[in-house]
């Protein structure tokens, strides 16, 4: 199957620090996706990308789809407190559309030092 | 904004035991999911559903478990036989595209 790896595993910052992680997949996705969980909740959906080279910003975060189409990187700017949390990069290929599986990568916990 | 809603947020059974985890996807959505959560470690897709079959499963997904649409608005997961490496978090997504998330239950079996 598919495999996702996701980098770095942790993450310790100071509030104001810009953040990078990034995942490589084994094989081309079709679709990432960037999910942010809590402790104790579902993950929450930060950035949809559909399309390779594709640039998307959402406040401030940015992603990018890769155009290899096996790659994705996040990135969150000037980090705050409430962007503590673990993140999670997610793909599938499905050129045809409908009901496929995501596969996620190991996540990136997010600490904050104050 | 519309959800996935999930229940129960906790269930703890014996091994063994049945289990049924219910979700309420977004209304407009047509693909269903299931995916667990073991304490620590990554999502991992269960299996996916639409036009009430299953669409796609993954090789978690054995002859222990089942998935159905009992009306229009709920989709549940039933494990006939729950042991204890079934403890996890689950979670039910939606979508017409983009996969949106519940909650997640959390199944303790003891």
């Known amino acids: 199957g598919q495999q996702l790896n996701q980098s770095p595993q942790s993450m310790f910052i100071q509030e104001g620090e810009d953040v990078s992680m990034n995942c490589t997949s084994s094989s081309i996705f079709n679709t990432w996706l960037w999910y942010k969980q809590d402790p104790g909740e579902g993950p929450v959906l930060l950035i949809a990308?559909?399309?390779?080279?594709e640039l998307t910003s959402n406040g401030r975060l940015t992603a990018q789809f890769g155009i290899t189409r096996k790659d994705s990187f996040l990135n969150i700017s000037a980090s705050i407190p409430s962007d503590v949390g673990i993140y999670f990069c997610a793909g599938h290929y499905n050129p045809g559309g409908g009901a496929d599986g995501l596969t996620f990568g190991k996540g990136t916990h997010l600490i904050i030092q104050p | 904004e519309p959800e996935v809603t999930q229940t129960p947020s906790h269930q703890v059974t014996q091994m063994g035991q049945e289990v049924i985890l219910r979700c309420v996807p977004i209304?407009?959505?047509?693909?269903f999911y299931w995916y667990r959560q073991i304490l620590g470690q990554k999502v991992e897709f269960l299996v996916s559903?639409?036009?009430?079959?299953?669409?796609?499963k993954s090789e978690i997904f054995d002859d222990q478990f089942s998935v159905e649409r009992p009306d229009g608005s709920n989709f549940t997961l039933k494990i006939r036989s729950t042991k204890l490496e079934d403890s996890a978090m689950y979670f039910c997504?939606?979508?017409?595209?983009?996969?949106?998330f519940g909650p997640g239950t959390r199944l303790t079996v003891l």
């Open positions: 997504a939606s979508s017409t595209d983009t996969q949106y």
């Open positions: 990308l559909y399309k390779a080279g």
């Open positions: 209304s407009n959505h047509l693909y």
């Open positions: 559903f639409y036009n009430n079959e299953i669409s796609e």
